[in-house]
């Protein structure tokens, strides 16, 4: 905790490690992550798409990092999955799979990398609870700020016509009513709230015909449901990833932040501040400036 009373928060996103042999990107999220520790960071996100493969072995790497950087602990790092941790797109798309109507083993497939994810992630979701997975909520205090963070997965399973690029995203019906338990907005009670999710509430939005296309296979389908939710628990940031920019953009009075793309900008990330009186603040930082 700084001695000016405030909180700050290192958030980053599509990390896209391609395996242990991805020896130079691990060497990136190396430095990047001794950068926190150096920075004295209070807390480190990423909004998912920690690795590329959907090999649940894999994110044994993100977890070894974080380990190494003494960060691998509940007050210190908060992480979610992306569609490239919960969906292998080419497992999905061969001829027996893509031509099985069943959409339930899909459904399963993304339902059992979640239920590992949460696994090797669970000392990051809670203390001591071992049935602990996504949805989670974790408030925190640092001094006499309490913050906290509103964590789901928006991964929606591949579907050879909803969802053929496995990038299109929803958040379960049963995770919005969750959310919405009077337990839940109690315990969010008197902390500054942030969403976290991976899919974008806006991708390029304009009238082309060639980004509305682009816009159709990275779309967040219910994201004005899952808006209604954040604004209900009073959450004024959400934090997320999936559309390789780095931007800030308001939506119904909710700020959203895109940590973009740690794979194609791997000195760049993004930074929260917040203040004891609950005001806030955000810039992107390059490690080279």
């Not at 509430?201 to 779309?219: I, K, S």
Request: proline residues 2%; glycine residues 8%.
């Amino acid at each position: 905790m700084s001695i000016d009373n405030k909180v700050t928060v290192a958030h980053l996103s599509d990390l896209h490690i391609g395996g242990k042999n991805d020896i130079r990107q691990i060497a990136r999220l190396d430095r990047m992550l001794a950068e926190f520790v150096r920075r004295g960071y209070d807390h480190v996100v990423m909004t998912g798409d920690l690795i590329d493969t959907a090999v649940p072995a894999d994110w044994a790497i993100i977890r070894d990092a974080l380990v190494r950087h003494g960060l691998f602990e509940w007050n210190r790092t908060t992480v979610i999955p992306g569609n490239h941790d919960l969906i292998d797109l080419e497992e999905e798309m061969r001829f027996y799979h893509a031509l099985n109507p069943a959409e339930n083993a899909r459904l399963r497939r993304v339902r059992d990398r979640l239920a590992r994810f949460s696994e090797i992630f669970r000392p990051l979701i809670a203390d001591n609870d071992a049935n602990a997975g996504l949805p989670f909520i974790k408030v925190m205090r640092f001094g006499d700020i309490s913050i906290a963070f509103v964590a789901v997965s928006s991964v929606l399973p591949w579907s050879g016509a909803d969802n053929p690029l496995g990038a299109r995203g929803s958040v379960s019906r049963e995770t919005l009513r969750a959310l919405l338990d009077q337990q839940v907005v109690q315990a969010l009670d008197g902390s500054f709230v942030m969403g976290m999710c991976h899919h974008a509430y806006r991708v390029y939005g304009t009238d082309a015909l060639v980004d509305q296309a682009f816009d159709w296979t990275m779309e967040f389908k219910n994201r004005d449901e899952f808006l209604k939710v954040m604004k209900s628990l009073g959450v004024g940031i959400v934090l997320h990833g999936h559309f390789h920019r780095f931007q800030v953009y308001r939506a119904d009075d909710v700020t959203f932040i895109n940590g973009g793309s740690f794979k194609y900008a791997s000195e760049r990330y993004g930074e929260v501040v917040v203040n004891e009186d609950g005001s806030w603040s955000h810039r992107f930082v390059n490690l080279n400036r």
